[in-house]
């Protein structure tokens, strides 16, 4: 007997290829973080986040208070300051985005959100 072969899929459909000799090609090294300027062109993220490994890691539900809160601001200022976004930071230290972010605003370091600063004019009106 011969061993039963499978019906053609029909014209033109192909059958995949299961051998293994075709696996794809490794992915190709992500370039550095970007961030794209309003002209267009890419610029290379400043090295803000090199300082946050040096970032303590609180436990969960830890709670802040006296010289360690004062202690733990003056390491996210400075790690601010350099230019690490409030998401890294609390990324980093396995804080809410919001404790952080009421930590910076407590000692008014917030930076703004960018986009459209203008303030728009009143429509003046057509008597």
Same mark, same amino acid.
């Given at each position: 007997?011969? +061993? ?14 299961? !051998? ?7 992915? +190709? ?44 601001? *003056? *390491?996210?200022?400075?790690?601010? !300051? ?5 998401? !890294?930071?609390?990324? *980093? ?23 459209? *600063? ?10």
């Amino acid at each position: 007997m011969t +061993p039963a072969t499978p019906p053609h899929p029909g014209p033109g459909i192909t059958l995949a290829s299961t !051998d293994s000799a075709t696996t794809p090609a490794p992915e +190709p090294p992500r370039p550095p973080a970007c961030v794209t300027t309003t002209n267009g062109h890419p610029v290379t993220k400043p090295s803000a986040t090199s300082g946050l490994e040096n970032l303590p890691v609180i436990p969960k539900r830890t709670q802040l208070k006296g010289a360690q809160r004062d202690t733990f601001l *003056q *390491q996210i200022l400075e790690i601010y !300051d350099s230019g690490a976004s409030i998401r !890294d930071i609390s990324e *980093q230290t396995h804080r809410a985005y919001g404790s952080i972010q009421a930590l910076l605003r407590g000692a008014g370091v917030l930076r703004g959100r960018g986009g459209d *600063q203008h303030q728009r004019r009143p429509r003046a009106s057509s008597s």
